[in-house]
């Protein structure tokens, strides 16, 4: 079956560039996306990329999508201690109607 | 444009008891989606809606029932509520292949 797997922390400096990583396992993946989970809100989209992309950009945030090997990666450049949060990493599948299968996250904790 | 809203925040339930949580989306969206987040679990698929009157089962969707009687909105209710069932539970809505959260409902069954 369907498969998002990810660290679940991940530790850096202020100012310091953060990666990322996430691995999937259906190959017919169409879409895939990443979120970031403030403490005690709901999920808000930070970016997607479409599954015939390698790289998408977009300002601090850079996506990289290795479909050979099934690996995502958001790396956010100069990283604030406001970018401290859970990302999750998802993809949706082609027929699946919309649905989204999630990551268990990873917790970005950026030290000042 | 409030976007997603979810009622109630924080509710306690007793074991067995019932309760109906709702979701509200003003962006005339088809699509709504119900997930329940558990510590170190992501986020897992209850049941979804691809339209007013229609609605599928997701991934786990044992002991929630849903309806959605307007395109508006999408209630998840638990019929006789299990300590199993404590987490925050999260609606979304889409119209193609972007879906916006909302807030969240933290449920608590004793």
């Known amino acids: 079956g369907e498969d998002v797997e990810q660290s679940l922390f991940l530790s850096v400096r202020e100012g310091d560039s953060s990666v990322i990583n996430c691995t999937y396992t259906d190959s017919s993946s169409t879409y895939l996306y990443w979120y970031k989970q403030e403490p005690g809100a709901g999920l808000q989209l930070l970016t997607y990329?479409?599954?015939?992309?390698d790289m998408k950009q977009d300002q601090r945030l850079t996506v990289l999508l290795n479909k050979k090997d099934k690996h995502l990666s958001l790396r956010i450049a100069d990283t604030q201690t406001g970018d401290s949060a859970i990302y999750f990493c998802?993809?949706?599948?082609?027929?699946?109607?919309?649905?989204?299968?999630f990551g268990k996250g990873t917790k970005l904790s950026v030290k000042p | 444009n409030a976007g997603v809203t979810q009622t109630p925040k924080f509710r306690v339930l007793k074991t067995g008891q019932s309760m109906t949580l709702l979701c509200a989306q003003d962006m005339n969206h088809e699509y709504m989606y119900w997930y329940r987040q558990d510590p170190g679990m992501g986020l897992r698929l209850i049941h979804y809606s691809v339209g007013e009157g229609t609605t599928a089962k997701g991934e786990v969707p044992d002991g929630y029932n849903v309806s959605r009687l307007k395109k508006q909105n999408f209630l998840l209710g638990l019929e006789s509520a299990a300590p199993s069932q404590t987490s925050v539970y999260f609606c979304?809505?889409?119209?193609?292949?972007?879906?916006?959260f909302g807030p969240g409902t933290r449920l608590t069954v004793t």
């Open positions: 979304a809505s889409s119209y193609t292949f972007e879906q916006y």
């Open positions: 998802a993809e949706s599948i082609r027929g699946s109607q919309g649905n989204l299968i």
């Open positions: 990329i479409f599954s015939n992309m």
